[in-house]
């Protein structure tokens, strides 16, 4: 498998191809709830996360909800 690389909150990484959004959020140890995921501007549900493969040059924001007031 070859590599390639997405960006995730600004950052560039490198990811096997075929990687799915799941895979990613796993590997940085993004919790399942309380986080927002969008995919090159778009949101993308938690239920689609398992089958949303990325593609090269992808741009993944993760959001965290933060309680305040």
Same mark, same amino acid.
Do not use: I, K
């Given at each position: 498998?070859?590599?390639?690389?997405?960006?995730?909150?600004?950052? /560039?990484?490198?990811?096997?191809?075929?990687?799915?959004?799941?895979?990613?959020?796993? /590997?940085?140890?993004?919790?399942?709830?309380?986080?927002?995921?969008?995919?090159?501007?778009?949101?993308?549900?938690?239920?689609?996360?398992?089958?949303?493969?990325? /593609?090269?040059?992808?741009?993944?924001?993760?959001?965290t909800a933060v309680q305040g007031g």
């Amino acid at each position: 498998m070859t590599a390639m690389t997405v960006t995730v909150n600004g950052q /560039r990484w490198e990811l096997a191809h075929g990687a799915t959004l799941a895979e990613l959020l796993s /590997r940085f140890g993004v919790p399942s709830w309380g986080v927002a995921v969008a995919l090159d501007g778009a949101v993308v549900p938690r239920a689609s996360w398992p089958g949303t493969v990325l /593609r090269a040059d992808a741009s993944v924001e993760v959001l965290t909800a933060v309680q305040g007031g």
